[in-house]
């Protein structure tokens, strides 16, 4: 549904909603609606970020878009790489307008334990009170957080594709869009400290579809504000078709399977049961890891000097199966996705190519996984190895938003179900 349908749709239900829900959700209620995984502080290869620095006297608006409609919501907010407490002196969300505005008369406050401020631990992270705030799918919200003291360096979702807006003093109230001055990076943005986005209602819901994977995931190469990345356009699927289902992002750019990175985030091992099996009712994750392990064989981009121990398809495949395992443990149903087509990209070469067609092979036919999407044949019908011209953002690695499409579209709706 196009955000002005929806904004439509619920702005009338706002009218006369108290701000705060009296009654308790029960915790098997809540359903995930958005999601972000959560990196350490670091800087970007590619873009200037805020994480570094942090915040002071300064407020932060943050736009997302749901993926599941609900008559009640809450916040989830991460200190995860935080060394110290974190104190957020105010919060608010709003139905999101033009760039930085927000729709004029829907801007609601967001309480922790009942007070408009929250400290969330080091390491640690809270949720916000049960807000009535009527949502429809894929409807974009703005999300902001005004911190009075200093934050210290903030964890942060680096390649968010989604511009983020920053002002000087506390404006977590304002609809105008005024004071939000500053952004950094548009050509790419990141999100801070917001986790994810809850949902409720009183009404029999499908299970999350968790997307788990690197910057093909994350989107790098979509639309700016756009929401095209393959998962957004896989959840666009699901509400046509009357199967409405959160599709929930959990990729990380430049992570890799097997190994941290300093600015890429926690191995996908690693980080699988926080940002997979973790997210409210996840029913269904897509596993799409492998290429950075491939083509990357140390963390200099981030400055770091330091070489991974070689990637073989085996050391690859080992990790797999242990995702596997974990999500089956948990009775979540468990896809693998091809690794793309990456020929004439930098990194290429005959030996890396070998390691990704074992690993293609295994995940094809090993019957490990309980289904496949077979991204690298959608994108490639001819086993050339490469992405056409078109297809791929420039850089023969990275697909551009026709290529998102046609990944999204590649998935049988059916092998979702659980």
């Known amino acids: ?30 359903d995930g609606a958005w999601t972000a995984a959560i990196m350490r502080p670091s800087g970007s290869p590619w873009f200037p970020t805020w994480a570094e620095q942090g915040f002071q ?108 807006y920053r002002a000087t003093g506390d404006h977590h109230r304002d609809a105008a869009p005024t004071a939000f001055t500053e952004s950094v990076a548009p050509g790419f943005g990141s999100w801070y400290y917001l986790e994810g986005v809850e949902v409720a209602d009183a009404r029999a819901r499908p299970d999350a579809v968790v997307a788990f994977g690197d910057s093909i995931t994350d989107g790098f190469g979509a639309t700016v504000d756009g929401d095209d990345r393959w998962p957004d356009v896989l959840a666009e699927r699901l509400l046509a078709a009357g199967r409405a289902r959160p599709v929930l992002n959990a990729g990380i750019g430049s992570n890799k399977l097997l190994t941290d990175s300093a600015c890429g985030g926690d191995a996908g091992m690693s980080r699988f049961a926080r940002d997979v099996l973790e997210q409210p009712r996840a029913g269904t994750a897509i596993v799409l890891m492998g290429i950075n392990d491939i083509q990357l064989h140390d963390d200099r981009m981030c400055g770091v000097d330091r070489d991974d121990p070689p990637v073989t398809a085996g050391r690859l495949i080992t990790g797999h199966r242990t995702m596997i395992r974990a999500a089956h443990t948990q009775g979540v149903r468990i896809i693998g996705a091809t690794l793309l087509p990456w020929g004439g990209s930098a990194n290429w070469s005959v030996d890396a190519e070998a390691i990704r067609g074992e690993v293609n092979a295994w995940i094809r036919t090993g019957g490990e996984y309980d289904a496949v999407v077979d991204f690298d044949r959608a994108l490639d019908p001819e086993g050339s190895g490469r992405m056409p011209d078109g297809l791929h953002m420039g850089d023969h690695l990275h697909p551009s938003p026709a290529g998102y499409r046609v990944m999204a579209e590649a998935i049988d709706l059916g092998v979702l179900d659980h």
């Open 1 to 30: 549904m196009p955000s002005s349908t929806a904004s439509s749709a619920t702005a009338s239900l706002t009218a006369g909603v108290p701000e705060a829900v009296d009654a308790l959700v029960p915790a098997d209620r809540w």
């Open 57 to 164: 006297d300064q407020s932060v608006r943050q736009v997302i878009r749901v993926g599941l409609s609900g008559s009640t919501l809450r916040i989830r907010l991460s200190n995860a790489y935080g060394d110290a407490p974190l104190h957020v002196s105010g919060a608010s969300i709003g139905r999101a307008a033009d760039g930085a505005a927000v729709q004029p008369g829907t801007i609601r406050t967001l309480r922790f334990a009942g007070s408009p401020s929250a400290t969330v631990p080091a390491r640690g992270k809270v949720v916000s009170d049960p807000l009535a705030f009527p949502v429809e799918a894929r409807e974009r919200l703005t999300v902001t957080l005004h911190f009075q003291g200093a934050t210290g360096p903030a964890s942060y979702h680096q390649v968010s594709m989604t511009t983020s």
